[in-house]
């Protein structure tokens, strides 16, 4: 017979061993926990300084309306000085192949060559000048360069670089090629003959083309598509931060295509240490006044573009002073039409997509629409054009009070611009 005082030193014996396994697996799983977390760290960093780039976005480089379209940046973290992309591919053969997917790396001479000494300039963007290039196939490219001075930089060239190489939609503008030689950061574009939406809205130029109320609308659904893709079709998700019209460029077809993705982050981005960033009339009054940036913040700035489809205001010129005026009445939209499109449209369709940009402007983001809504709401409008009569497809006034007030508005607006050229002619 077992004593019971032996029974007691067994069962504390066993006690104690299953205490001690027990601690020592816990253990374990933190190291193990803590050198997973420290790998995929590593990793990380390792994939910034090789991964070869694969992104999208030509950024703000036919933006000929820079002035409109400055970026603001309220400062954060300065970036390192090394940076490691250089030190990788100048170890590599010029000639190579950047991966398997084919994107090529040129030297300085071949985009030296292809620009014809960087001769044609196409336009002037805060991460530098573009220039047209042909290159050796025969193929029209644009040249994007980091200038020195730029507002933006190896960090957002980083960006693109270690979050883009992934995406690749019919709606995104697509990178061909890079060149880091000679101290010189290039990347190199399809090209986009018809160049930014801002410049064919605010160009005053007599043969520029105007675009039609159609072709507004293919914009729009463009836009919408190339949205989607980054926050439904990507994984993870992908936040743009910088949409307005001067990232939206346009090939031969009128076709649109989201570029500019040197602010971009991913849905899963902490964003505790990341300063303010956007375009001063296209960012999300709750991403000022919280900091936190969110799929909805890039719908309210495509809530403005839809806008600037409609009226051709710029952000710049009080454009949401009119919009909540037309807010006012159903068809208040109707009097801050682009007069190009007065006759040209039917005002019924005008108010529709109106009526999706207001919802995308409401204050609160959980108002908002999803992208994939915005979408559908847009190609319902497309798919249900209404025949209306000569007489109806022109501009109606909704009311005198709603007249006089973007009268007002418009006067404010000159006597502004007015003040301004006087200063300055001083």
Known sequence: MVRKGDLVIIGISVGLTLGLLIAALL?????????????????????????????????????????????????EERPQKSFQLSSWWNHHNKDQFASVSGILRYSYKDVQKATQNFTTILG?????????????????????????????????????????????????????????????????YEFMSNGSLANLLYNKEKEQHVLSWEERLQIALDISHG??????????????RDLKSANILLDQSMRAKVADFGLSREEVFDEHYSGLKGTYGYIDPAY??????????????FGIILFELITAIHPHQ????????????????????????????DLAEVRSLAAVGHKCLQKFQKKR?????????ILKIRQNRRNHPAEER??????????????????????????TSMKNGD
């Open 27 to 75: 253990l374990f799983f933190i190291w193990w926990y803590k050198r997973r977390a420290h790998l995929r760290r590593c990793a990380n960093e390792r994939s910034v300084a090789t991964l070869p780039i694969r992104m999208n976005g030509l950024g703000t480089s036919i933006d000929l309306s820079a002035s409109l379209a400055s970026s603001i940046t309220i400062p």
């Open 124 to 188: 002037q963007g805060s991460f530098g000048p573009v220039y047209k290039a042909v290159m050796p196939s025969g193929e029209v490219v644009a040249v994007k360069v980091l200038a020195s001075d730029s507002k933006q930089g190896e960090k957002e060239f980083r960006t693109e670089v270690s979050l883009l190489g992934r995406l690749h939609h019919r709606n995104l503008v697509n990178l061909l090629g890079y060149c880091i030689d000679k101290g010189q950061h290039m990347l190199i």
């Open 227 to 240: 949205i989607e893709y980054l926050h439904e079709g990507a994984v993870p998700p992908v936040m743009h």
């Open 288 to 301: 000022i006044s919280t900091n936190k940036f969110s799929a909805k913040s890039d719908i309210y700035s």
């Open 318 to 345: 009080n454009l949401m002073e009119y919009i909540n005026l037309a807010a006012m009445s159903p068809d208040g939209v109707d009097e801050i039409l682009d007069e190009k499109l007065v006759g040209e449209c």
């Open 369 to 377: 629409p999803s992208i994939g809504e915005v979408s559908q709401a």
């Open 394 to 419: 022109t501009m109606s006034f909704a009311s005198g009070g709603i007249s006089r007030a973007v009268s007002r508005i418009g006067d404010q607006h000159l006597e502004l611009t007015n003040m």
